[in-house]
């Protein structure tokens, strides 16, 4: 199974960014769909934004569209999250996910407003 290990949460006001990573194991990463889920306090997992295996197609959840931008670096075995405009409602915890339903232990996002 793939081991996936996310970085890069952490606290930023309303209106800030933060760069999500999430690094993988295996050989082959870059055959692999990678996404990033949430969870926020008391709420069900929800779907953020997801990319194929060769970075050129990309799909978001529709709160997320114009604010994230999800990525992909190949040779680094790394997907990452730009998340941009941030609101106090984007606090949650983030996993990333790939083919094969492996997921990381998550990242804490919190943004204070």
């Known amino acids: 199974q793939v081991q996936l290990v996310e970085s890069g949460g952490g606290l930023v006001q309303a209106g800030g960014s933060l760069r999500l990573s999430c690094a993988a194991s295996g050989r082959h990463f870059s055959s692999y769909v990678m996404g990033w889920f949430r969870q926020a306090p008391g709420k069900g997992r929800e779907f953020v934004a997801a990319i194929n295996g060769k970075g050129d197609s990309t799909d978001y959840a529709d709160s997320m569209k114009g604010r994230f931008t999800i990525s992909r670096d190949n040779a680094k075995n790394t997907v990452y999250l730009q998340m941009n405009s941030l609101k106090p409602e984007d606090t949650a915890v983030y996993y990333c996910?790939?083919?094969?339903?492996?997921w990381g232990q998550g990242t804490q996002v919190t943004v204070s407003s």
């Open positions: 996910w790939c083919t094969g339903n492996s």
